[in-house]
C-alpha cells in the first residue's frame, strides 16, 4: 500500500537534477506540477541554483526539511549513483530513476543499474526505471514525468490506470486516450525494470481506489508467477484488465523438434496465461481503450445477451452480423413484450434488432419504456441503441438523452450504449451517467463484445486450480520410446502393454501373449520420426508375420538411417479404433509447464487448431482446453460416429499437467502423439520427452 | 454520361411540393441549397403560393419556361403519379421520387410504384426512388435531398462518392465521413430502386471524372449481372469499389440437401462476386471509410511490400505484427542502404521496422533521406512513419512536416502513411499533399492492406474469363448415381468405367472385365447418403466376393430404407490413392452459376474451408479458387506424400463451370463428392445433380 501511496501520490517530490528551464528534462515535472496545480511539496535539487521555476532549490536531497516521499533522478547515469545514495540517506521512500544510458544501452549501462538496484534494496528503498518515463495521476495532479505527451493537454481524472514498461508505447497510447476522452487514474512507464515491473503495479493497482480498469502493455516479463498472481488478484476484486503484449519471439530451435515446441510460440503462451488470469487481450492500442472506456464508465455486462435498438434497419443488421461474429447471443423478446412495445409505438418491427424507425420522432421520450420493456423482459447484459444523426444537434436531441438517461436510471445493472455521432456536450453528458456512446455500430458491438468476455474470464479465472507438488527428481539421460512411456505410465497416462525386443523370436513370443494382431515399432533415441525411415509394421498377426516383420523393419531402418543406435523393436497391440489427438507440454521459460492439446495430423499441422493452459490444471480447464479447439467436435461423435471417452481425456490431461508441474525444472517438453481417445478410456500410442540440459535444471 | 449529369449536378431543379416552412421535407432542399450556394435555379412548384423562401413558385412543374433537369417529389404518394406525369409533359430528364408509401409499403404501395416505373419508362424519363433519400455533390454545391444528415455540417467536396440503397445506412456512412474529414464527390441512397438502382451508378460513376473512389453499400441485388460489369468498370478505370453488403440472408431447405447448398449462403456468393470483379468488401462502416480515405488522398500501393519507420520500438513492433496479420511483406532493406542511411543518422536500429528513436529530434529534416533511401532501395509500395506525438505542437512539428511533404514530392507513387495524432491543421496540411495520417497504428497497416489488396484484386479482374455459351436443353427428371455421372461424362467430368446391373451375375461379369478389386454402391434416387443405410463395399475381389457383396448390400439397404426404390447395383473399379475434394456448383437466384470447391470429409464440415467463384471459370481463376482453401496444401503433397495432379483439378474445374453455366436455368446445384485428385488425372466418384422444377427454369 504504501509503495502505491508514495509512487502515485507522493505529499513531496524532490527532482534531483531540476533544471530552471521548463522545456528541459530536469524543468519540464516541475513545470506540469505547478501548471496543473499539484498540491504537495516541489522540492528542486540542484547545486548551482537557490531557485528554480520560483521555487527554493536545495543543494542536496538530504537538505531536504520534512519527509520526501518521492525523488525523480533525472542527472546523467553517472550521475545517479550518487543521487541515489543522498535517496538513502534521506530516507525518500520511492525513486523514479528517469535517467537513461543503463541497460538499455549496453554492458556498462547494465553494471550501474546493477548498482543502483543494490543500493535501494539494501536501504529498503522502491525504485522505478532507470530510462523509466515516470508517473501520472490526474486525480491527485500530481506529474512525476518528463514525457511530451503533458504538453498543452491535462490529462481529465477518471477511473482507468494505464501501465506500460515502454515510455513511447505508453505515450502513444496515453495521448490516444485522452484525445478519447477517457478519465484516467493512474499512467506509469516503468522502463529497465530494475526493481518495480508491471505484473506488480497491476498487483498494486488491484487494490487502488481510484483505479477501476487496468491498462496494461506486456513487452518482457521476467517473472511469470508475479504476473499471474497480479492478475487474478485484479480478477479477483472484478477489475478489468486490458493487456496488450507487445514483441513476439522466435521460438528456440531446440522446441522446434515438436509441434508442441513450435507451436507454443511466446505469443500462444502469453495468450493463454492471460485468459485464463482473467485478462482480455486486447490487439490494438485503439481496442485497447475502446474496452476499457467501455468497463470504466458501464461495468461489464453481466451475460452475453444483447439487445439491439435501431431506427434504421440496415444499421440494426450490421449490428446483428457483428454481434453473432463476436459471439453474443441475440435473444428475442417474448410475444407479450414485443405487443406491451407496440401499445407504446405501433410502428415498431422486427424483435432483436427491434426497429423502431425514423418515426420514433413523434415519440421520442418512448426510448425509456422501450428499452425497459426489452431489457426486463430477456434478460440483456446490454442494451444498444443506434439513434442516427440528432445528437449533432443537441436541442433536437434533448427528448431523446433524457430518455436515455431515464433507462440508464431505472437498469443501472444493464450496460447501456448509443450508438451515434454526438456533438461533444451531448456525449459527456451521457457518459457521465455511465451511458456509452460510439460512433461506428461494429465498434460498439466489439467493444461490448469485449467486455462480456472480460466478466466471463474472470468467472473462469476464480475457479481453484491446483498447485504444483513437489516429486522424486526424474532419472537423468534422454528416453527411448520405451522409456518415454513408462515415464508417463509413472504420469497416469494410460498406454499399452507392449515390450521391446532384441530378437524376432522374442517379439512373436510377445505377440501371441499379447493375442490379436500387433504393431511393431524401432527403437531409437535417434529417430524421432519413426515411419520416415519404416521404422513401423502394423496389424502383424501370428508368429510367422511378426517375425518378418522384426527382420524387415530392421533391415529397412539399417538402409534408411545407416548411424543411428538401435535400441530394439517395440512389439505391442493395435489399439483399435477411437480418435487421434496430441497432447503436449511445453515448458517455458518465464511461464513454466503448459499444456498443449489439438486433434492429430491435419488440424495441428495444416489449421494449427491447438490450444494451451498452464500447468497444473483443473478438470474444468481441461475441458477448457479441449474445446478450445474446432476439431474437439470429433470427440463427441463425427458423422455417425460413437463418441469418445472425454471424461478419460480430462484425467490425462490433469494427470499429465500435474506431472509437468512437479517436473518443470527437468523437463524441456513432453508430447504424446497420438493420444488415442477411445469409447472407453484413451492410451498414449507413441510420445516424445526431451529433457532440459542438466546446466539448464534451475527451478522454473 | 446524361444521367450522371442530370443527377448529380443537373442546372435546373424542380421541387414538387416545395414548402415555405424550410425545415419540413418540401423546405429542406431549398434551405440547404440556397445556404450551401447552389449555382443553378431551384424551381418551387407549389399550387398555393407565388413565392417561397424567397423564390419565385410555379404552380405546376410545366410552368416552368426553359429546361428542367432533375425534378424532386416530395408530394404524398398519392399525388406522385401526377406530379410525374407533370414531369414528363415538361420533358424533366431525371425525377427523383423522395416520397415514401410505395413498394416499403405494402401490396398498393407496390402497385403505385409499379405505375410509376412504367411512365417513367414510357416517356423515356429516368427515376430514382420512390422512398430515396437524394442526391448531394459538394462539389456543384447541389443538394437534391431532405436529409437531416446536412444539418449545420455542409461537406467537403473531394474524390469519394457513397452509393447506397438505404438512406439510414447512407446517412450513417456519410457523417462518418463528414466527422472523418473525407471529401465527398456525390452521395446518393437511391430508396426502392423502382428504376436506377446501385450498381448501374457504380457503373455510372466509374466513368465520372469528379469521383476517385467508390464506396457503396449493397442491400438486396437484383441484378447480378449488371452488378457485375459495373464492378469491373470500375476495377477496368483502376476506381477502386469499397463494398459493404448488409443483410445475410438464410438459404432455401431445398439447397441445403448437399454441402455446397448449405455453405453456398448468399453471404460466401456476394463475397465471391466482389472479389473477383475487383472491389473490396468492408466488414464496418469505420473500415469502408478509411479505406476510402487511403485511396482516394494516397492511392492503392504498387505492391504488398511495405517499410515501417518508427521512433519507437514498441509500435514498430506493433505495426509490423499487424502487418504481416494482414498479408504485407515486410522486406528489410539492403546493407548498403541500412549504411547509408547510419551515415545520416548513426543512432538508427533495426531494419524493417527501423527505429529512428526519439534522437530523431536532432535532425528531423532527415526523414526525407531516410524514407527515400528506404523506399529506392527495397521497393516499397508503402512506407508508413510512426512519429510520436510531435504533430499535436504544430511549430514544433514544421520541421518534421516539411521532411515529409519533401519525401511525398520525390516518391509520389508510394503510398506514404504518418502515423499519429495531429492538430488538425497539420493533419489538413498532410492530406492535401497525399499523405495519409493515421492516429492507431494498427489501423494505419489495415487500411495500407486493404487498399494494396483492391489493386491486387483489379489485376485479377482484369483477366479475361469465358463466356456462358449456349447448349442443348438437359434432360428432364431427376438423376440418379449413375444418371448424374452420365450428365459428369457429358460435362467432361472424367468418371470410372463403372455399370449399373440388377443381378449378382451381372455383378461378377462386369467386375471380372474390369480386373483388380471393385466396389459396389446401391442406385436408388431415393438415397443420397449410401452409407448410412449399408449401400456400400468396398474391395471386393474375385467373383464370388463380389456375388456376395452384391447380395449383402441389397439386404442392408431393404432393411434401412424399405420404402426407397432401387434402380440396381453399381460394379465400379477401386479408385485407388489420391486426395478427395468436393467440387459443387450452386445456382444462385441473383448470381447464376457459382462452383463451390474444398477438401473433402471434415474441411468443408467442421472447418468449412471452402471457396466460391462464378461460373465460368477460367484456368487462373480456378486456380485461385483452389489455392483460396487452406486444405490445398494437401494437393502438394502433404508429410511426404506424392503431389497430385492439380492442372486435372482445374481442367475439371473450368469444364464443370462451363457446363453449369450453360444450364443454369435447368439446374439447382451439383455436388461430385469426392472428386478423387489422383497422382495423374482425377475422377468423380460420387456425385449428386438436382434439377430446379420446371416450372422455376427461367433463364438465369
Known amino acids: 500500500m504504501s509503495l502505491l501511496r508514495h509512487l502515485f501520490s507522493p505529499r513531496s517530490v524532490a527532482i534531483i537534477g531540476a533544471s530552471s528551464d521548463p522545456r528541459k528534462i530536469g524543468g519540464r515535472p516541475i513545470r506540469f506540477m505547478k501548471a496543473y496545480g499539484y ?7 540542484n547545486a548551482n541554483a537557490a531557485e528554480i521555476q520560483g521555487l527554493p532549490a536545495y543543494a542536496r536531497v538530504e537538505d531536504v526539511v520534512g519527509e520526501v516521499d518521492q525523488a525523480l533522478i533525472v542527472v546523467p547515469a553517472a550521475a545517479a549513483e550518487d543521487a541515489l545514495r543522498g535517496c538513502v540517506a534521506k530516507g525518500v521512500k520511492v525513486v523514479q530513476v528517469l535517467s537513461s544510458g543503463f541497460g538499455e544501452a549496453g554492458d ?15 536501504a529498503g528503498m522502491r525504485m522505478t526505471g532507470p530510462n523509466a518515463l ?11 514525468t518528463f514525457s511530451t505527451a503533458l504538453e498543452g493537454m491535462c490529462p481529465e481524472p477518471g477511473g482507468v490506470a494505464m501501465v506500460t514498461q515502454s515510455g513511447a508505447f505508453g505515450s502513444c497510447a496515453y495521448v490516444m486516450a485522452m484525445r478519447r476522452g477517457l478519465g484516467l487514474s493512474r499512467v506509469i512507464a516503468t522502463g529497465n525494470e530494475a526493481d518495480v515491473d508491471v505484473s506488480e503495479l497491476i498487483g498494486l493497482l488491484a487494490d487502488d481506489a481510484q483505479t477501476r480498469v487496468i491498462c496494461a502493455a506486456v513487452e518482457a516479463c521476467k517473472d511469470g508467477e508475479r504476473l499471474r498472481a497480479a492478475l487474478r488478484k485484479a480478477a479477483a476484486r472484478n477489475k478489468p484488465v486490458i493487456v496488450m503484449k507487445v514483441g513476439t519471439t522466435e521460438v528456440g530451435a531446440a522446441a522446434a523438434a515438436t509441434h508442441t515446441g513450435s507451436l507454443a510460440g511466446n505469443d500462444a503462451v502469453y495468450d493463454a496465461v492471460f485468459r485464463e488470469c482473467g485478462a482480455y487481450r486486447a490487439r490494438s492500442i485503439e481496442e485497447m481503450i475502446d474496452v476499457a472506456y467501455a468497463c470504466s464508465l458501464g461495468g461489464m455486462p453481466g451475460n452475453d445477451r444483447v439487445g439491439i435498438v435501431t431506427v434504421s434497419g440496415g444499421i440494426g443488421i450490421l449490428m446483428a452480423d457483428a454481434a453473432s461474429e463476436a459471439g453474443l447471443a441475440l435473444p428475442a423478446p417474448s410475444a407479450s413484450a414485443l405487443h406491451a412495445m407496440r401499445e407504446v409505438l405501433p410502428f415498431v418491427t422486427g424483435a432483436n434488432p427491434l426497429d423502431v424507425t425514423a418515426q420514433i420522432a413523434v415519440n421520442r421520450a418512448a426510448i425509456t419504456a422501450i428499452g425497459q420493456t426489452m431489457v426486463d423482459d430477456a434478460d440483456y447484459g446490454a442494451l444498444l441503441i443506434y439513434l442516427a444523426n440528432n445528437a449533432l444537434a443537441p436541442p433536437v436531441f434533448e427528448t431523446t438523452k433524457q430518455a436515455v438517461l431515464a433507462l440508464r436510471h431505472a437498469r443501472p445493472d444493464v450496460l447501456l450504449v448509443t450508438v451515434m455521432p454526438a456533438e461533444d456536450g451531448v456525449r459527456m453528458a451521457l457518459e457521465e451517467a455511465g451511458v456509452l456512446v460510439f460512433e461506428d455500430p461494429s465498434r460498439a458491438v466489439r467493444s461490448v463484445a469485449a467486455a462480456a468476455e472480460l466478466r466471463r474470464l474472470q468467472q473462469d479465472a476464480s475457479e481453484a486450480v491446483p498447485a504444483a507438488r513437489p516429486g522424486a527428481a526424474l532419472p537423468a539421460g534422454e528416453f527411448d520410446e520405451a522409456g518415454a512411456k513408462a515415464l508417463l505410465a509413472q504420469a497416469g497416462v494410460p498406454v499399452l502393454d507392449e ?22 515399432k524401432i527403437v531409437s533415441p535417434e529417430i524421432l520420426h519413426k515411419t520416415e525411415v519404416g521404422g513401423v509394421a502394423l496389424g502383424l498377426q501370428g508368429g510367422q508375420a511378426v517375425r518378418q516383420g522384426f ?19 517395440l512389439v505391442a497391440p493395435m489399439a483399435g479404433p477411437g480418435v487421434e489427438t496430441i497432447v503436449g507440454v511445453h515448458v517455458d521459460p518465464v511461464f ?3 499444456m498443449m ?6 488440424f495441428v499441422e495444416l489449421f494449427r487448431d491447438v490450444a494451451f493452459a498452464s500447468a497444473p490444471l483443473s478438470p474444468a480447464r481441461a475441458r477448457r482446453l479441449i474445446r478450445a479447439t474446432r476439431g474437439s467436435a470429433l ?20 494427470r499429465l499437467s500435474a506431472f509437468a508441474a512437479t517436473h518443470a525444472h527437468e523437463l524441456a517438453s513432453i508430447e504424446i502423439n497420438p493420444l488415442l481417445v477411445r469409447e472407453s478410456g484413451c492410451v498414449a500410442l507413441d510420445a516424445v520427452i526431451t529433457m532440459r540440459n542438466p546446466s539448464e535444471r534451475a527451478p522454473v
Do not use: K
Not at 515390450?499 to 511393431?520: F, I, M, N, S, W
Open 39 to 45: 498540491a504537495g511539496r516541489i522540492l528542486p535539487i
Open 108 to 122: 556498462e549501462g547494465r553494471i550501474l543499474q546493477d548498482r543502483l538496484v543494490r543500493i535501494a534494496r539494501e
Open 134 to 144: 515516470g508517473v501520472v495521476s490526474p486525480g491527485e495532479r500530481y506529474f512525476g
Open 499 to 520: 515390450r521391446v525386443v532384441h530378437t524376432a523370436e522374442d517379439a512373436a513370443a510377445h505377440a501371441e501373449r499379447l493375442g490379436g494382431a500387433v504393431v511393431l
Open 551 to 569: 527382420e524387415t523393419i530392421l533391415q529397412r531402418v539399417r538402409t534408411a538411417a545407416p548411424q543411428a543406435r538401435i535400441d530394439g523393436v
Open 592 to 594: 513454466g509447464a503448459v
Open 597 to 602: 492439446f489439438g486433434l492429430g495430423g491435419i
Open 635 to 654: 470427440l463427441d461423435g463425427w458423422r455417425g460416429a460413437a463418441p469418445v471417452d472425454v471424461q478419460a481425456l480430462v484425467d490425462v490431461l490433469c
